[in-house]
């Protein structure tokens, strides 16, 4: 692996360079690609940020269409650097591009990163924007209010608000120095975290109104409906943490969101406190984690909650 003071010192003889971040892109990938951006042009390195997917709209607090450019690579870049990518794979279309470059460089903060560049700096944290803040320190370059707040962006959403059990004490130390440096922890939290439509808010309360329970509470089922979502114009994206809220419900072990996708098709997504919704999600050809994971069941409604009942009764250990 590449150390530091060798990562900084290549970076800082490039001239013209892209940096690319993964598809799916969320606030880690893309803090770290256009904190990044800026130091390098900051010490005289032109960088352009890629991704080749769109930005999710909850991030134009921050990101700017021309931070992040969604273009093929026209210009004859002198390095090709990968952000928060585990895998080569994750950079999409603009993976062909890097394995053919003769230089190019892979900062990643995932154990189960493969090592793809010529230059791999990967280390383990839990944000790569805790990585970039140590680049940047190495290259000596200033850090802006916006440089401060895309760092700091990255750190919150990996980290689930500094609340998953990998935070040590470093995130909250580099925390305090991007605070001095200007980030604007409320607004980017708000972003974030709570910010929604007004659609999602009116599926919320539905969804949340009609939860069902099973095997004395340790299995709670939510079901979003196509008409709801339709009838308040709610993308079935907006789904996304309805299924977190209803772990935090008392005695509820194993958390489902059931999301019709089409007639007799149910997108599921699972979440345990310590059961293995791996084994469940498998049972249906789906898969994930042991405490979260996801599958398909193709059914009419109410065999589709029988049959995840049951699969889920066999893994609740008493
Ligand atoms: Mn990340």
Redesign the pocket.
Known sequence: MTSLKDLAKNLRGESLVAIICHIRP?G??LGSAVALKNALSEIGVTAHAFCDDTVPEKFDFIIRSEDILNTPLKENYSALIAV?CADVSRLGEYANDFLSHKNTFNID?HLSNNSYAKYNYVIENP??ALNIFDIIKELGAPISVKTANLLQM?IMT?TGNFTHQDVGSRAHIVTAELIEKGANLNEIYFNTFKRQTKARAKVFGIVMGKLRYFHNDRLCIATVFEKDMADAGMHPSETEGFVDFIMGIDGVEVGACVMEMGKDKYKISLRSKGVNVNAVASSFGGGGHFLASGCQINSEYEDVIDKLSFAVSRELID
Request: hydrophobic share 10%; glycine share 12%; aromatic share 0%.
């Open positions: 969320d880690d990938a928060d903060h944000s790569n990255g990996d």
